[in-house]
């Protein structure tokens, strides 16, 4: 039992995709993945820190197993650890391991030195991972690449940039061995996973110039012998392209699906969120979306209840909504993050009206889904 862990993961693909890597790094070092905690000797949590209710899900859960199962190595990692650093030792006394993002790789050793005492390991969150074959996958059919880390992008209500770092993509060489050896494999369906692919600029590397970017990545994944389905997220609306779209419809494997976050209909609000587009630059870059793509299925994120949020903000939030009549939307409520810029603003609208507008969208979007022909989306990034 003592050579044997579990991984929970919460949040987003981007974290799932961490915790292949951490079993991958636990399997090299001898370690067996088991599925139920009362069997792990190491029981390991990858965390969300994107809303408050992410991170009291997992420190109540994690609670609850120590309660449970003693004699264990109990490790917080990923997102929560790097935002909560030491006060977790606090909200749990059972801990023994607070890893963040960065110093994934090191969980074995970390393990180790559990045994002495309580390890906290927060310091190089702009780390990026080393290339690790593939080892462990959890599907045989579809797998997750990350092509890149952190965020440059700061939007006011956001802490993906304090936790995860600096933007930096990885190596396109080093991509595409990946995919091969996948492909090598067996799998068919890739999902390229970053904050913000658009955005994706690795160093210019051999024949690869400066001016390589996410869309050159795209075609030369579509090269790949054995790949079936290209899908990727997430794209951001400010550095989404007419290239991008020309390229989804002229590559044959690429999925006719975009999943372009809205967060809010109102150029007021979208001005404080610091979203770099306006409502109007949204609608255009969809239409020409739909008009370059036949058959594009659109998907979207929203959030109610931004700071000064008020009714004819939220009020241009769903009309627009009514016109793009999206494929599927991922409503959230707004929840202040400590160290954001949104932070710094009071949180005046109350959880009533939050709720209210929440479930006012989640029922407008609900008709339009019923309403639409197309299949259900499968892009779910957040749990
Ligand atoms: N990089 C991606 C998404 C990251 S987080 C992007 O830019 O779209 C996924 C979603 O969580 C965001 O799109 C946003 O809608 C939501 N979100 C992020 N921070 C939030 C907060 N503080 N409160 C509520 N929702 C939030
Ligand atoms: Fe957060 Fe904005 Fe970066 Fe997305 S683009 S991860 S919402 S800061
Ligand atoms: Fe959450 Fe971290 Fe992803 S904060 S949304 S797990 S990058």
Same mark, same amino acid.
């Given at each position: 039992?003592?050579?044997?862990?579990?991984?929970?993961?919460?949040?987003?693909?981007?974290?799932?995709?961490?915790?292949?890597?951490? *079993?991958?790094?636990?399997?090299?070092? *001898?370690?067996?993945?088991?599925?139920?905690?009362?069997?792990?000797?190491?029981?390991?949590?990858?965390?969300?820190?994107?809303?408050?209710?992410?991170?009291?899900?997992?420190?109540?859960?994690?609670?609850?197993?120590?309660?449970?199962?003693?004699?264990?190595?109990?490790?917080?990692? *990923?997102?929560?650890?790097?935002?909560?650093?030491?006060?977790?030792?606090?909200?749990?006394?059972?801990?023994?391991?607070?890893?963040?993002?960065?110093?994934?790789?090191?969980?074995?050793?970390?393990?180790?030195?559990?045994?002495?005492?309580?390890?906290?390991?927060?310091?190089?969150?702009?780390?990026?991972?080393?290339?690790?074959?593939?080892?462990?996958?959890?599907?045989? %059919?579809?797998?997750?690449?990350?092509?890149?880390?952190?965020?440059?992008?700061?939007?006011?209500?956001?802490?993906?940039?304090?936790?995860?770092?600096?933007?930096?993509?990885?190596?396109?060489?080093?991509?595409?061995?990946?995919?091969?050896?996948?492909? *090598?494999?067996?799998?068919?369906?890739?999902?390229?996973?970053?904050?913000?692919?658009?955005?994706?600029?690795? @160093?210019?590397?051999?024949?690869?110039?400066?001016?390589?970017?996410?869309?050159?990545?795209?075609?030369?994944?579509?090269?790949? %012998?054995?790949?079936?389905?290209?899908?990727?997220?997430?794209?951001?609306?400010?550095?989404?392209?007419?290239?991008?779209?020309?390229?989804?419809?002229?590559? %044959? @494997?690429?999925?006719?699906?975009?999943?372009?976050?809205?967060?809010?209909?109102?150029?007021?609000?979208?001005?404080?969120?610091?979203?770099?587009?306006?409502?109007?630059?949204?609608?255009?870059?969809?239409?020409?979306?739909?008009?370059?793509?036949?058959?594009?299925?659109?998907?979207?994120?929203?959030?109610?209840?931004?700071?000064?949020?008020?009714?004819?903000?939220?009020?241009?939030?769903?009309?627009?909504?009514?016109?793009?009549?999206?494929?599927?939307?991922?409503?959230?409520?707004?929840?202040?993050?400590?160290?954001?810029?949104?932070?710094?603003?009071?949180? %005046?609208?109350?959880?009533?009206?939050? @709720?209210?507008?929440?479930?006012?969208?989640?029922?407008?979007?609900?008709?339009?889904? @019923?309403?639409?022909?197309?299949?259900?989306?499968?892009?779910?990034?957040?749990?």
């Amino acid at each position: 039992m003592k050579k044997s862990v579990y991984i929970r993961t919460f949040g987003c693909q981007m974290n799932n995709r961490d915790s292949e890597f951490i *079993g991958g790094v636990f399997i090299d070092k *001898g370690y067996k993945l088991v599925d139920l905690p009362g069997e792990a000797g190491v029981i390991l949590f990858n965390t969300c820190s994107v809303r408050a209710h992410a991170e009291e899900r997992a420190i109540s859960s994690m609670g609850q197993l120590m309660h449970e199962h003693k004699n264990r190595i109990y490790g917080i990692v *990923g997102c929560a650890a790097q935002a909560l650093g030491e006060g977790l030792f606090k909200r749990l006394p059972g801990l023994n391991i607070v890893c963040g993002t960065g110093e994934i790789t090191r969980l074995p050793e970390l393990v180790k030195e559990a045994e002495n005492g309580r390890v906290l390991a927060l310091e190089d969150k702009d780390a990026l991972l080393p290339e690790l074959k593939p080892t462990y996958r959890q599907d045989k %059919d579809a797998a997750y690449v990350s092509i890149m880390r952190g965020c440059d992008n700061f939007c006011a209500y956001c802490i993906v940039p304090y936790v995860r770092g600096r933007e930096r993509s990885r190596s396109a060489d080093g991509i595409i061995s990946e995919i091969r050896d996948l492909a *090598g494999q067996g799998i068919r369906d890739v999902t390229l996973l970053g904050q913000n692919v658009n955005s994706y600029r690795p @160093k210019a590397e051999g024949r690869r110039s400066k001016a390589y970017g996410f869309v050159e990545l795209l075609c030369d994944v579509n090269k790949i %012998d054995g790949i079936e389905k290209i899908n990727f997220m997430t794209s951001h609306p400010k550095d989404a392209t007419g290239a991008l779209f020309k390229a989804m419809k002229n590559l %044959d @494997k690429v999925r006719k699906h975009l999943h372009l976050p809205l967060q809010s209909g109102s150029d007021r609000i979208l001005k404080l969120m610091q979203r770099g587009y306006t409502r109007g630059g949204y609608f255009d870059l969809i239409s020409e979306a739909l008009a370059v793509i036949p058959g594009l299925r659109v998907t979207t994120d929203i959030i109610v209840g931004f700071p000064g949020e008020g009714e004819e903000d939220f009020g241009k939030t769903r009309s627009l909504m009514e016109e793009m009549k999206f494929d599927s939307a991922y409503i959230f409520k707004y929840s202040p993050r400590a160290g954001t810029e949104a932070a710094k603003m009071p949180d %005046d609208v109350s959880l009533r009206l939050k @709720k209210e507008r929440h479930k006012t969208l989640l029922d407008l979007q609900r008709s339009i889904s @019923k309403g639409k022909a197309h299949e259900k989306t499968d892009c779910c990034h957040c749990t």
